[in-house]
């Protein structure tokens, strides 16, 4: 299981820099609610072994037991909607010893590495454009996809289907049928809107449809668009440099005003635009977009496609859940309810995200030999 590794190889960037954010984030949820920080810092302990821990396996051995991951993330999937815990609507959490955990979290990397192995097998044995092929892979993928709309939890459909929409093309889609199915999803994307705005419609949810019609027409929908303009607030006032972690009370403060719910989660970048300003929010993002790309380059430089995949489609998630997360902050983007990678409060999101980042280090070190 753990072999002789070039430690020269170890993508120190990386670690050190998913550390780093997984620190301040934990400093930043402490100045938000001080209640949390131990949870978290307890989280970021564990963060750093599980990083540790993953990066010593081989990548090969983890993937060799990938029907067995996906079974059991299924069922885990299936026994959420039966025994877990209803938040706001919404059943996506069971609780283990005192700790509420969103399986769905996890799911992004199982569904990662499943599809990372799957489609390099495929690959080899050029399935991926066949018909069979794509009848496959849309089972395996419609399978989590659909248990996860069920909870219900648009924002991680959307973002899973984006990671694995990037991998299926990576590994070598045709454009023709890219051109295809493009032709389609278009066309459909207006009648979706068209059809949500219908009060009969059975789509979505009530809170999703007005989350969305919040984006689209905010003058009608003020009420749902609210916790984004108070978002936007904050972030505007931090100006040049911020206000810093702990303003005065003197100071004008949308945080100690509370003036956006649950900051410490999905609105978390809003706290970071306040306290540390323009500066602090362009070394912020200048931060997850080097992760992002050195997740990139270590898949480059893989021994093998399904290591490239691995890489690559972790880099996709940090990536994508990032800009889904900070297009919400910032009102670019209608409100899904994701955390920030490395920076919200949350196990399931920070320990999901490090075992990620493990898969990743221990393919740096598993490097094409030219």
């Known amino acids: 299981m753990f072999k002789k590794y070039n430690f020269k ?29 131990v949870k978290q810092a307890i989280g970021v302990a564990a963060s750093f072994v599980i990083i540790i821990v993953i990066s ?43 700790y509420q955990f969103q399986p769905s979290e996890f799911v992004k990397i199982v569904m990662i ?30 399978i989590p996809l659909l248990l996860i709309v069920i909870e219900p939890d648009l924002s991680t459909t959307i973002c899973i289907t984006l990671v694995l929409v990037t991998l299926i093309y990576l590994s070598g889609l045709s454009y023709k049928l890219i051109i295809t ?38 003058a009608e929908y003020s009420e749902g668009a609210e916790q984004q303009e108070n978002s936007v ?3 505007g006032s931090g100006e040049l440099k911020g206000k810093g972690l702990y303003p005065d009370e003197k100071v004008a403060s949308v945080k100690n005003a509370k003036l956006v719910s649950e900051q410490q989660t999905d609105f978390i970048f809003s706290v970071i ?11 912020t993002i200048g931060i997850i977009l080097v992760i992002v790309l050195q997740c990139i380059r270590v898949g480059r430089l893989a021994r093998d496609d ?29 409100n899904t309810g994701l955390p920030l990678p490395f920076f919200s409060y949350g196990l399931s999101s920070l320990l999901s995200v490090s075992v990620g980042i493990g898969l990743v280090l221990n393919v740096s070190l598993q490097r094409r030999r030219y």
């Open 181 to 218: 199915v493009l032709l389609i999803l278009i066309p459909l994307g207006s009648i979706f809107i068209w059809y949500i705005q219908k009060p009969d419609q059975k789509l979505l949810s009530g809170y999703q449809r007005d989350r969305i019609m919040s984006f689209i027409n905010p």
């Open 233 to 235: 607030l904050a972030i």
């Open 9 to 37: 190889n170890y993508n120190f960037i990386i670690f050190i820099l998913a550390l780093f954010c997984m620190c301040s984030g934990a400093v930043i949820i402490q100045s938000v609610k001080e209640s949390l920080f």
């Open 113 to 142: 590495i499943f599809m990372s192995k799957l489609l390099s097998d495929m690959k080899e044995n050029n399935e991926i454009n066949t018909l069979k092929g794509i009848i496959k892979i849309g089972i395996y993928c419609g």
């Open 306 to 334: 399904c290591g490239q995949l691995i890489s690559m489609g972790v880099g996709c998630l940090i990536g994508y859940q990032s800009f889904l997360n900070i297009g919400v902050t910032t009102q670019l983007l209608p």
């Open 273 to 283: 635009g306040e306290a540390f300003g323009f500066v602090g929010s362009v070394i």
């Open 56 to 98: 010593m396996i081989d990548y090969h051995i983890i993937c060799n037991f990938r029907n067995v991951i996906y079974i059991v993330s299924m069922f885990v999937l299936a026994a959420v909607l039966l025994v877990g815990e209803n938040i706001g609507g919404a059943t996506r959490w069971v609780e283990l010893g005192g």
